[in-house]
């Protein structure tokens, strides 16, 4: 089937009216950050905070109409507090997937507390002070080595701290935290995370075998996250790291969307600066409005566990001249050593396995500069009005 045009979607939309105006949404100026991805269909409907209530029915009829189109698989729709002044085009609805239709979908008003809401409007999930998503232009740069290793960092400066595998396609904080067995649960509700190293772990890997391909579909994609998210009992946590999954397509477009996330930290090495990857990580941030705290460049040079020489094989450096030029801050780097490679694969983390080291000091110091950009940006949100998502 023919995928369905944003202009066929407005077309349908010039039909959908605002009760109290009797105009039609397009024309009423209304829409905002029309999605259309693979038949999947998101946008966001601005309107006065004080009339969502009474405009849900709109918004059903909104997200029905644009179901009912030729071409469309799912169908996502959110009211959104209007903005003062601003353009049409952010801050962005949900995600294209889920939706209307989908299979395993829920709506924002359908998620208890969370959801589109709170993504929205900036605050956390419960208990949870805030999110820091570790993400990368591409996979096998090292952002799940960095992810704990900067979990734990957090950690030794005495932080409390858990941590999320949300790379569902390769998920590796059991291994590399050195966590086996599975999570229960004690009402029946919630997942108790795994624990080690003093800090909470949850992973897709706890409850699937590491040899079992999945495949997962947006929507699965989607509840599988959010359940890792929000059906398990963190507790008080100062910082939730997500490890992302790696790229930038529509998984994690998703995540950066619907889960409240404070702020990121992009991972790249050297040639992946080269490639431009990592630009289209930060540029993926940017674009659902959440800040970069900065970049991290692993595998920065090389330490020769012989001679001690370092190398600088991959031009070293890249990173911070990029993030310079991109306007975001430079967080530290990593070199390319085989302890970091060994002690992570094994389940002892550099950070906690040698802590007097160089690489836990560097990680550390990334971890630093990670939790002052949380306060800053937490401190910056208080001071701003809120973003209210209304529905
Ligand atoms: P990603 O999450 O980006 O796919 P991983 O963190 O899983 O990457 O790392 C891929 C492999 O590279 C792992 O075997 C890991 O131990 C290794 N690795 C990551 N960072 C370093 C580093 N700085 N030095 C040596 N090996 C590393």
Redesign the pocket.
């Known amino acids: 089937m023919a995928e369905v045009s944003e202009q066929q979607i407005i077309d349908a939309l010039g039909n959908v009216k605002d009760p109290d105006s009797g105009k039609d949404v397009v024309a009423s100026g209304m829409i905002s950050g029309l999605q259309v991805k693979d038949g999947h269909v998101a946008f966001a409907i601005e309107v006065d905070p004080a009339r969502g209530a009474a405009l849900e029915p709109m918004r059903k009829e909104a997200e029905k109409t644009v179901f009912d189109l030729p071409g469309v698989l799912t169908a996502t729709v959110v009211l959104t507090a209007e903005r003062t002044g601003g353009g049409s085009t952010e801050p962005g609805p949900p995600p294209p997937q889920g939706g209307h239709g989908g299979p395993g979908h829920s709506h924002g008003q359908d998620q208890g507390p969370g959801g589109q809401q709170l993504a929205q409007a900036g605050q956390t999930i419960p208990g949870v002070n805030a999110i820091v998503a570790v993400a990368?232009g591409?996979?096998?740069?090292?952002?799940?080595?960095?992810?704990?290793n900067l979990a734990l960092g957090l950690a030794a400066a005495g932080h409390k701290v858990g941590l999320m595998d949300a790379?569902i396609y390769?998920p590796?904080m059991p291994r590399?935290m050195g966590i086996s067995g599975q999570p229960v649960s004690d009402d029946g509700k919630t997942l108790q995370p795994m624990e080690n190293y003093g800090i909470k772990v949850m992973s897709i890997g706890f409850l699937v075998d590491e040899d079992t391909p999945m495949i997962w579909r947006g929507p699965m994609v989607q509840s599988a996250l959010e359940q890792m998210m929000r059906d398990v009992n963190w507790g008080e946590l100062d910082v939730l790291i997500v490890?992302m999954p790696?790229g930038t397509g529509d998984a994690q477009l998703t995540m950066a969307q619907r889960v409240p996330v404070t702020g990121a930290v992009i991972?790249s090495t050297p040639q992946d600066i080269a490639l431009l990857d990592a630009r289209k990580g930060l540029n993926m941030f940017r674009k659902v409005d959440v800040p970069v705290f900065g970049i991290v460049e692993?595998?920065?040079y090389f330490n020769c566990p012989h001679c001690g020489e370092r190398s600088e094989i991959f031009s070293h450096g890249g990173a911070k001249t990029e993030a310079e030029r991109l306007g975001c801050d430079f967080l530290g780097e990593?070199?390319?050593?085989?302890?970091?490679?060994?002690t992570?694969?094994s389940g002892h983390p550099i950070v906690v396995s040698q802590p007097d080291g160089a690489?836990a000091k560097s990680y550390r110091f990334i971890a630093d500069a990670v939790w002052q950009k949380i306060g800053q940006t937490l401190a910056a949100r208080e001071a701003d009005a809120p973003k209210i998502v209304i529905q």
Do not use: F
């Open positions: 990368s591409k996979g096998g740069v090292g952002k799940s080595t960095t992810a704990v790379d390769g590796s590399m490890d790696p991972v692993n595998m920065s990593i070199p390319l050593d085989i302890e970091i490679r060994s992570s694969d690489h």
